[in-house]
Nanobody
Framework: VQLQASGGGLVQAGGSLRLSCAASGRTFSTYSMGWFRQAPGKEREFVAGISWSTGKTYYADSVKGRFTVSRDNPENTVYLQMNNLKPEDTVIYYC?????????????????WGQGTQVTVSS
């Protein structure tokens, strides 16, 4: 599976962005998908994800109520709608795919990673 993330950019605080992650391969629907972010010098952290087996969505406390993850299996794409963005959301965002049956928020569980897309929120 190859992943291509896009949609990052510069936005003012309180604004919105929608990230997209396009996947290659015919088995996209059997991968749980996660969004992670990483600031320079810090560990990669879980942001949001969606299970392939249950369709359930998961969110980090820091983004709950502001971000929404969704997937379009026929289009092999997962989205991250980010509303009410804050300056502290400024980092590089990565999408990732996990072939495991149960959902995990641990980066080590993910088998494939996209290249990352920069989100910058100005105050």
């Amino acid at each position: 599976v190859q992943l291509q993330a896009s949609g990052g950019g510069l936005v003012q605080a309180g604004g919105s962005l929608r990230l997209s992650c396009a996947a290659s391969g015919r088995t996209f629907s059997t991968y749980s998908m996660g969004w992670f972010r990483q600031a320079p010098g810090k560990e990669r952290e879980f942001v949001a994800g969606i299970s392939w087996s249950t369709g359930k969505t998961y969110y980090a406390d820091s983004v709950k109520g502001r971000f929404t993850v969704s997937r379009d299996n026929p289009e092999n794409t997962v989205y991250l709608q980010m509303n009410n963005l804050k300056p502290e959301d400024t980092v590089i965002y990565y999408c990732a795919a996990d072939a495991g049956y149960s959902f995990s928020s641990l980066p080590v569980r993910y088998d494939y990673w996209g290249q990352g897309t920069q989100v910058t929120v100005s105050s």
